[in-house]
């Protein structure tokens, strides 16, 4: 039972660690939508990452599960086992090495899409911003200017300090 327990949680890392390629592979499509401003590839990309992320959390639920179904086989006592642990309960040292090997990967994995995700939040945020300005500069001219006192300083006046006054 425990052999095929551990099979079948070696083929759930491997599904992960291929789920979480094509989870990067559509964050990098997203991040070429986004500085491109391709709206049709950037409503793909997220549709595609949903999808996937869909994809991956039910295959977590259905590694946990596995895990949990193992700490119990092996009287961990309900403390949850990292999968270094796992690894280390399993008899065949070559399942061992796959194990610890995909582990690893998986963690590389994650730490790069965490970096995506970082990066492409950032644009997006940025790209608001800049689209925000914009339309308050297009449809509120009347506050992009700002009335300056002797010393160079916004003084009482009409507005704050516009889109073009904060370039200069």
Not at 23 to 38: E, Q, T
């Amino acid at each position: 039972m425990d052999k095929t327990c551990f099979g079948e949680l070696f083929g759930l890392l491997s599904l992960e660690k291929d789920v979480l390629l094509k989870l990067l592979s559509a964050s990098s499509r997203k991040k070429a939508a986004v500085i491109s401003g391709d709206l049709e590839l950037l409503k793909v990309s997220l549709r595609e990452e949903e999808t996937l992320t869909e994809e991956l959390a039910g295959l977590e639920n259905d590694r946990a599960a596995l895990s949990e179904k193992l700490s119990l086989s092996f009287g961990a006592g309900g403390r949850k086992l990292s999968l270094k642990d796992l690894a280390d309960l399993t008899e065949d040292p070559e399942l061992k090495k796959k194990m610890l090997s995909v582990r690893d990967e998986l963690g590389g994995l994650v730490g790069i899409q965490k970096k995506n995700n970082r990066v492409n939040r950032e644009l997006i945020l940025r790209k608001q911003k800049y689209t925000s300005e914009m339309l308050r500069a297009m449809l509120r001219p009347e506050g992009t200017g700002a009335v300056y006192n002797c010393s160079g300083k916004i003084g009482d006046g009409p507005g704050d300090a516009g889109i073009f006054d904060r370039c200069v």
